[in-house]
Structure formats: C-alpha cells, structure tokens
C-alpha cells in the first residue's frame, strides 16, 4: 500500500487521517509518511523509504529509535503486566531519579500527557495561590487543555480569545496572553492586576513556534516579578526537559522556577506526562490536599520502565556534549550551504534541539516567526523529504536531533540540503 493510498482509507475512519492535526501535512501540503519502522536516526515509510529523522517523535526520541536497552526495559516490563493501577516500586524510582536530576523539583506527580501535566499544574497553582489569573505568551504551546488554548486579544488586558471552536470565552477569560521576551508587558500586567495572578507559565525556550531562546534578562525578570506578586512561575519543561540540557533550561540559566512540567524525554516515546516542584506546593495535592488530579494510567510501569533506562542512558558521560556538537554541526552547515545558495536563512540549536528559519535573523518572538519565509520553508521541507529527510512538517515547530545522528548522517544531510536548496533558489 502506498501512502497515499493509506492516508485516504485513513481519512474514513480518522478525522483528518491523523490523530494528531500536524501529522496530516496540512501547512506544508502533500501526502504524510505513514511509519512503518524506526532505528537509531532512521524512519522507514509503509512505502519502505528510509529516512533520516529530525522529528524524533516531536522530542521524546534523544537516544535514538528502537535503542537496545530501552527495549529490552521495555520487553521485561510488559511481560510482568502492563498496568495495575496501583503503586509500583518503578514510580518511585523515576520520581527520585527526577528530584536527583533537577533540583527545583523536591516532589513530583506521574501523568500519561505533556497536556495533563500542564494543565493539572496550573490547577495546582491556582489551588495554591487561590487566585484565577494565568499569563501565558503568544506561541507557546501548552497542550490542549481548555484556558490554554488562547491568542492573544487586542490589547494588554483585554483576555485572550479562544484559539479553538469549542472552548468558551468565559473559559479563557482568566487567561492573559502576552508577547514572548517582552517584559514590559508583563511588569504592566502585574501593575494592573498582579493581586490576582496565580502563575506564569512559559515555554523557557520556546519549541512550538519553531525554536525561540528568551533574550537576556527574560525569564529572570518572569522570576522577579512572581516572587515580588506571590505568583507561581511555572517552566513547561515538556520539550526542553532533558532535550535543552541535563537539567532542562532552568540547569543552564540557573533560574528556579517554583513547578516545572516535563514530558515526552521522561517517556522515552511510551506515554508520561510529570509535574513536580515545591513540595509545600505539591503537598496540595490530592491526597494530602484540596486540589484534586488523578489518573488510571499515571505512573504506567512499562512508560516507567523505558523512562527510566532513557534517563539512564543520557546521564552517561558526555551524552549532552556529543548531542549538542552534533546539534550545532548540522545548524551551522545548513546556514552555510543556504549562503552558498544565496538562500536567505538563519538557524538556531540548544543542546539536542534546533529551529530553521527562512528570514535573515533568528527570530525573538511569535510575530518575528510569522514574518519568515512559509513558502521556501515548505519547498525546503519536500525537497528535503524527496532526498530522504523527514523534518518536522511545518515552518513554526522545531527539529529535534539524536544520539543516533552520527558524523555520516550529518553528511547525508547536507547533501540532501544541497540539493533542496538549489530548489528553493529557483522558487
Ligand atoms: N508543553 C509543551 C512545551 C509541548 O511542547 C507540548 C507538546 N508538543 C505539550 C505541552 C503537550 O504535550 P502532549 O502533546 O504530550 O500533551
């Protein structure tokens, strides 16, 4: 079966034929890769085209696909049962492993999502503060959660607006929506209505509108302020977590973030979700406390088991060296070869993570995002697909690179890169 023809029997069955919207090809157009296999860098179509992965699973990915021992973890778990519903001596083991690894979570909760960990942490935080108001920055992705799903309104404290049908105003109403790296908005907000505000929750670098690093005095602004109001600064960790670096963002700016959420690494591509920080504050939870956060599948023990070996792994040796060398390698060869083509492109990596732009400079906020170049971004993206790379399908998310990615795969790519961006120069 080809492609298309599995994305159109998809279609019948599945909205979209996806079961997540950006795996449909909607903002690059044309057919999406139906998986059939991964290993190391490399995925394989039901078509059995191979190809080298920048996607990573959206992040989850770092030690490569398939890994031996994450496996065989995985193989021992499953075959001990797949889920009681009741404590396992695992969860405990990850939860110390996380507390040991990042030092501003003394307590930390199990979910199965990056979207519940978000959310429930929020919950938390008003639980904690008893005040309603939450800022979040425009194109920063925190799951799907209901007051998360905003855009910005049309001015400072006008609240946002729903960014999907479906979701009352009144249920965004709480949710003020900022410019990304603009700390005079924030400090105005706080001026205005800082008594009410439970949290800020922010992306420390942003991933979901491509790669957008905070500018110099940012998020230890975002901690002032919280401190100085008595609100909770929560770091959405989901991405960056153990991807950024060995201790997410937080590790590298040193700033202390009173919840932090992590996903997607933690999981080593089986389904974990984690919230964690302040144990006064995590001891409001359900048992112990009033805000209530529960689920049948939390703390799974064969997510835990590959979770756990992931972690493992990338706490060996020089693992983030090599990733971050093999990161900047690839970013500073693609901005050379798009120099070579006359392309105009700027590139950007933090540890095991990167964005490409198609403008001139690296861009500072979600309006600067939207002023690149979509339309070179998406003849990049196919070209780069025909010559057998298989990067993330749309210009505002970013490229997640592996321990898998070697020397050879890099040359690999800046072949294929060669080519695409002849192609993109004659568009
Ligand atoms: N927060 C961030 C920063 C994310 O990148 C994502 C997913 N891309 C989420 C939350 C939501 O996670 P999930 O898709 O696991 O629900």
Redesign the pocket.
């Known amino acids: 079966m080809t492609n298309q023809e599995i994305f159109q029997r998809a279609q019948q069955t599945i909205p979209g034929g996806v079961n997540?919207p950006v795996r449909a090809f909607k903002s690059v157009g044309g057919t999406p890769r139906f998986i059939a296999k991964a290993n190391g860098a490399y995925i394989w179509d039901i078509e059995g085209k191979q190809y080298i992965d920048y996607l990573g699973s959206?992040?989850p990915a770092i030690v490569g696909h398939a890994h031996p021992e994450v496996l065989a973890a995985v193989q021992e778990a499953a075959t001990k049962g797949l889920s009681f519903g009741a404590p396992t001596e695992g969860e405990v083991i990850l939860a110390e492993k996380i507390c040991e690894l990042i030092p501003s979570i003394e307590q930390v909760r199990l979910v199965s999502?990056?979207?519940?960990?978000?959310m429930s942490a929020i919950r938390l935080a008003r639980g904690a503060t008893g005040r309603n108001k939450i800022i979040k920055f425009e194109g920063?992705?925190?799951?799907?959660s209901d007051s998360l799903l905003v855009k910005a309104g049309s001015g400072l404290l006008t609240f946002g607006n729903p960014s999907s049908a479906g979701v009352p105003q009144e249920f965004v109403s709480h949710t003020i929506v900022l410019p990304f790296n603009n700390l005079e908005e924030v400090k105005k907000a706080f001026a205005e209505v800082g008594q009410d505000i439970a949290c800020i929750i922010v992306?420390p670098v942003a991933?979901?509108m491509n790669l957008v690093k905070p500018q110099a005095g940012f998020l230890e602004g975002l901690r002032e302020l919280c401190t100085q109001y008595g609100a909770l600064l929560i770091f959405?960790?989901?991405?960056?977590g153990f991807r950024a670096g060995p201790k997410g963002v937080q590790g590298l700016t040193n700033i202390t973030p009173d919840l932090t959420?992590l996903?997607?690494v933690i999981g080593g591509g089986m389904?974990v979700?984690a919230f964690g920080g302040r144990q006064d504050i995590m001891q409001q939870i359900a048992p112990l406390g009033a805000v209530y956060q529960a689920g049948t599948l939390s703390g799974n023990p064969v997510s835990v088991a590959a979770g756990l070996k992931t972690l493992e792994i990338l706490s060996r040796p020089g693992f983030y060296d090599v990733l971050s060398k093999t990161t900047t390698e690839l970013v500073n060869g693609l901005s050379d070869l798009a120099r070579q083509h006359n392309v105009t492109f700027s590139a950007d990596s933090i540890g095991g993570m990167f964005g490409i732009y198609f403008r001139e400079n690296i861009p500072t906020s979600f309006a600067e995002v939207q002023q690149s170049n979509i339309q070179a971004f998406n003849v990049f993206f196919h070209a780069m697909l025909d010559e057998g790379v298989h990067l993330a399908p749309s210009a505002f998310e970013a490229g997640f690179v592996s321990a898998s990615h070697t020397e050879e795969i890099l040359a690999k790519t800046f072949a294929a890169a060669d080519k695409a961006f002849v192609t993109v120069a004659q568009t």
Do not use: F, L
């Open positions: 997540s959206w992040g999502s990056g979207t519940e960990a978000t920063c992705y925190h799951g799907h992306e991933g979901n959405d960790e989901v991405m960056t959420t996903a997607k389904p979700g």
